[in-house]
């Protein structure tokens, strides 16, 4: 394997890490021996990533790029018919695969086009950002938007592999980098304090420097072996699996109030300041301490220094929450941290107390 790539399994199948993997693929896609094989990439991977991509490849026919636009607003059924309208013209059947090159908008689209597309043919993840490498890719949810509310039609279903290669996430410029650390500092909130220490130590606000192009592999691959622990317990987000929604109740939300304003706001900036809010809750309603819950906020303004919060409507906001998939009995339902490295899930938070804890933020 190249640059000691690693594996993990998670369910049935292996996520490879490593550096510059191309041969895997490769080889992965030889023993298959399938008949066509397409690769779904937006406007920024079709550029700097599928030429990386091309150079692993030695397929006896001409892959079917097709091209989508970026931005989580093409996440929606319109842009899912144009993919199945290229699939059927050029012929592709249950005996090809489909391969998703691109972060997490990428894959949630593609996995879920692919799950159903002829009643499910195999699909690859090659996830090109941090934010898909931790998680987008891992763990088998795929699906789109609908009416701008963030994946509310979609199913579980696992690719058949993953491809984590950091030579993708050189192409990244400052933002997405520091958009894909939101959810690494969730995994150590949610289930283990030591690695959350470890973050805070290594990645405070001097990993931001403009020379630094890629992020420890090590770190990226903790991240996996965390979700893929939980994934394997509630592989259909019963129970514990719910954890990791954590700052994703209210994130979700914003993500969906700036697309419908027609403004840009990436989804690990929402969910940075998902994890203040809902950090915020925690102390109110559980046993987190304000002594921890300052050394959440300071590590978001860390990674998160020049996160811009438009003027939030608390209503607005609250009503996008009321769709969150994780509610029942017409409450707000969220993920808490009981203290550092525990959450909780399932609990119900009034309206008012919301509304407390937005402007709260607003206020940062």
Same mark, same amino acid.
């Given at each position: 394997?190249?640059?000691?790539?690693?594996?993990?399994?998670?369910?049935?199948?292996?996520?490879?890490?490593?550096?510059?993997?191309?041969?895997?693929?490769?080889?992965?896609?030889?023993?298959?021996?399938?008949?066509?094989?397409?690769?779904?990439?937006?406007?920024?991977?079709?550029?700097?990533?599928?030429?990386?991509?091309?150079?692993?490849?030695?397929?006896?026919?001409?892959?079917?790029?097709?091209?989508?636009?970026?931005?989580?607003?093409?996440?929606?059924?319109?842009?899912?018919?144009?993919?199945?309208?290229?699939?059927?013209?050029?012929?592709?059947?249950?005996?090809? *695969?489909?391969?998703?090159?691109?972060?997490?908008?990428?894959?949630?689209?593609?996995?879920?086009?692919?799950?159903?597309?002829?009643?499910?043919?195999?699909?690859?993840?090659?996830?090109?950002?941090?934010?898909?490498?931790?998680?987008?890719?891992?763990? !088998?949810?795929?699906?789109?938007?609908?009416?701008?509310?963030?994946?509310?039609?979609?199913?579980?279903?696992?690719?058949?592999?993953?491809?984590?290669?950091?030579?993708?996430?050189?192409?990244?410029?400052?933002?997405?980098?520091?958009?894909?650390?939101?959810?690494?500092?969730?995994?150590?909130?949610?289930?283990?304090?030591?690695?959350?220490?470890?973050?805070?130590?290594?990645?405070?606000?001097?990993?931001?420097?403009?020379?630094?192009?890629?992020?420890?592999?090590?770190?990226?691959?903790?991240?996996?072996?965390?979700?893929?622990?939980?994934?394997?317990?509630?592989?259909?987000?019963?129970?514990?699996?719910?954890?990791?929604?954590? !700052?994703?109740?209210?994130?979700?939300?914003?993500?969906?109030?700036?697309?419908?304003?027609?403004?840009?706001?990436?989804?690990?900036?929402?969910?940075?300041?998902?994890?203040?809010?809902?950090?915020?809750?925690?102390?109110?309603?559980?046993?987190?301490?304000?002594?921890?819950?300052?050394?959440? *906020?300071?590590? *978001?303004?860390?990674?998160?220094?020049?996160?811009?919060?438009?003027?939030?409507?608390?209503?607005?906001?609250?009503?996008?929450?009321?769709?969150?998939?994780?509610?029942?009995?017409?409450?707000?339902?969220?993920?808490?941290?009981?203290?550092?490295?525990?959450?909780?899930?399932?609990?119900?938070?009034?309206?008012?107390?919301?509304?407390?804890?937005?402007?709260?933020?607003?206020?940062?």
């Amino acid at each position: 394997m190249s640059s000691e790539a690693s594996n993990i399994t998670i369910n049935e199948y292996s996520v490879l890490i490593g550096h510059s993997i191309k041969s895997e693929i490769n080889s992965f896609l030889s023993k298959k021996q399938y008949d066509k094989l397409a690769v779904l990439v937006d406007n920024n991977t079709m550029k700097s990533c599928l030429p990386v991509l091309k150079e692993s490849l030695e397929f006896s026919n001409e892959p079917l790029i097709i091209e989508i636009s970026a931005g989580e607003e093409f996440k929606n059924r319109t842009v899912l018919d144009t993919v199945f309208d290229q699939m059927l013209e050029h012929g592709i059947n249950r005996n090809s *695969v489909l391969v998703n090159l691109g972060g997490g908008m990428v894959t949630d689209l593609g996995g879920f086009a692919g799950a159903t597309y002829q009643r499910g043919i195999d699909f690859i993840h090659v996830p090109t950002t941090v934010l898909g490498q931790v998680d987008a890719a891992i763990g !088998g949810k795929v699906g789109i938007n609908h009416k701008n509310i963030k994946n509310q039609i979609g199913v579980f279903a696992d690719p058949v592999a993953v491809f984590v290669d950091a030579i993708y996430l050189q192409t990244l410029d400052d933002r997405q980098l520091r958009n894909g650390f939101a959810e690494v500092m969730k995994y150590g909130l949610i289930m283990d304090k030591t690695f959350w220490k470890e973050i805070i130590k290594k990645y405070g606000s001097n990993f931001w420097l403009e020379d630094s192009k890629t992020i420890d592999p090590e770190l990226i691959s903790t991240c996996i072996k965390l979700k893929a622990e939980i994934v394997q317990k509630d592989p259909l987000d019963k129970g514990i699996r719910k954890t990791l929604n954590f !700052g994703h109740t209210f994130g979700h939300a914003l993500e969906s109030f700036y697309v419908s304003h027609g403004l840009e706001l990436l989804h690990g900036e929402a969910v940075a300041a998902g994890i203040i809010v809902e950090g915020w809750l925690s102390q109110k309603l559980l046993e987190l301490g304000d002594v921890d819950f300052s050394e959440i *906020v300071d590590q *978001v303004n860390n990674v998160f220094p020049t996160l811009e919060i438009a003027e939030l409507d608390p209503d607005s906001l609250i009503d996008l929450m009321r769709h969150d998939k994780k509610n029942f009995n017409n409450e707000i339902n969220f993920t808490l941290l009981q203290t550092l490295g525990d959450a909780k899930v399932d609990n119900h938070v009034d309206v008012e107390l919301i509304t407390e804890a937005i402007e709260f933020l607003k206020k940062l």
